[in-house]
């Protein structure tokens, strides 16, 4: 197997691991034009898969991604399915939709939807800040719905591993998760950055609460920070000072510098290189759960490990969806 390094390219990664994708059934949320999401359908596209189904908000930016799959190869089955993360409703009825597209066998599941640094405080339907809801709850309620196609397909091909990947950010090391306050006291603690920090925290603490409760029915999963890049849509409505509002608050939230990482910025063909590590590469599979960056895994704060934070977000989930999920 090729080592990556911060300078790989999707494409790259694909080629490199067409064996993980041939006749394999992919479900991304979050994959409109311009993002990380289409990014990696685009790049699988040349590996054969079987079936791409992308999960996200709006139709118009997914039908030009969906084109580009068909225009690489008319044999494969390219779906998309309408969710909104932030309303549980939309979520329950797009899952149904999307095991009844997959006839309920699902190989890898990349939950790369989000959002970043809303400036103004805002709730979604059920009451939730709109940073923790679109980045995770939304994603927690969805891969617990979908889990039964994944576990079917980890028992039916024990040669490839059936993965969980959420997309997460360096940005986690702007803030822990906030048990005590998650919904930011009706907004009067609330600040931009520290809403994205906590909800990549999220996104990985939920990783490892994945593998934790699937591990034993053959699905693992990864964090996977892809790197900066301002091609996709994703802080368009920041400015550059923007930015620098993160070094303050990340210190105030956790006591230690906040450091830009290297690179600074990655191409929009670099950008999603390392989620389809994530997704792919055999031989981290035992490494599960994981936080990778920069095409490797790499340590996190013990805040974004820790089991007992996981469990707790895990319980916090259920009780924010009104669902409790065992396996
Ligand atoms: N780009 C970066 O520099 C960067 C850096 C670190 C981490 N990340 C992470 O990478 C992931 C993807 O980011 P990106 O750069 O691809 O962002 P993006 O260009 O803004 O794309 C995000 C996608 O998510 C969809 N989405 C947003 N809210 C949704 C909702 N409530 N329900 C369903 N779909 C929703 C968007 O749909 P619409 O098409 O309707 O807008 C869009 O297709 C995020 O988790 C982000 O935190 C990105």
Redesign the pocket.
């Known amino acids: 197997m090729p080592i990556f390094d911060e300078t790989a390219t999707v494409d790259q990664v694909a080629q490199a691991f067409v064996p993980q994708i041939k006749g394999r059934t992919f479900v991304i949320?979050?994959?409109?034009?311009?993002?990380?999401?289409?990014?990696i359908a685009k790049a699988i596209s040349h590996a054969s898969p079987e079936h791409i189904l992308i999960?996200?908000?709006?139709a118009s930016?997914?039908e030009p991604v969906l084109s580009a799959i068909k225009e690489i190869d008319p044999s494969i089955k390219a779906t998309f399915v309408q969710?909104?993360?932030?309303?549980h409703d939309?979520v329950r009825r797009a899952a149904k939709e999307i095991l009844a597209a997959t006839s309920s066998k699902i190989d890898i599941l990349i939950?790369?939807?989000?959002?970043?640094a809303i400036k103004e405080y805002t709730l979604?339907k059920q009451g939730i800040e709109?940073s923790l809801?679109?980045?995770h709850v939304?994603h927690f309620l969805l891969a617990n719905l979908l889990a039964p196609a994944l576990i079917a397909a980890a028992a039916s091909n024990k040669e490839h591993s059936t993965r969980i990947v959420?997309?997460?950010?360096?940005?986690y090391t702007i803030s822990p998760f906030r048990f005590d306050d998650y919904n930011f006291s009706d907004g009067k603690t609330y600040d931009c950055w520290t809403g994205?920090g906590q909800?990549?925290t999220a996104?990985i603490l939920f990783s490892y609460g994945l593998t934790k409760h699937l591990r034993e029915r053959g699905v693992v999963s990864f964090a996977a920070?892809?790197?900066?890049?301002?091609?996709?849509?994703?802080?368009?409505h920041l400015s550059v000072e923007d930015y620098s509002d993160i070094l303050p608050i990340a210190k105030r939230n956790t006591g230690r510098d906040f450091v830009f990482e290297e690179p600074r910025?990655?191409s929009f063909e670099q950008?999603a290189a390392t989620?389809l590590i994530a997704a792919l590469d055999p031989e981290i599979t035992a490494e599960a759960p994981a936080y990778l960056e920069n095409s490797r895994i790499d340590e996190t704060y013990e805040y974004a490990h820790d089991p007992k934070n996981a469990e707790k977000l895990w319980k916090l989930s259920e009780k924010l969806v009104g669902e409790e999920f065992n396996y």
């Open positions: 949320t979050g994959a409109g034009q311009p993002s990380i999401g289409s990014q999960a996200s908000r709006t930016k997914v969710i909104d993360l932030s309303d939309s939950n790369s939807a989000g959002n970043m979604d709109i809801s679109a980045n939304g959420n997309l997460t950010s360096k940005g994205y909800a990549k996104n920070h892809p790197g900066s890049n301002l091609d996709t849509k994703l802080g368009s910025f990655k950008i989620p």
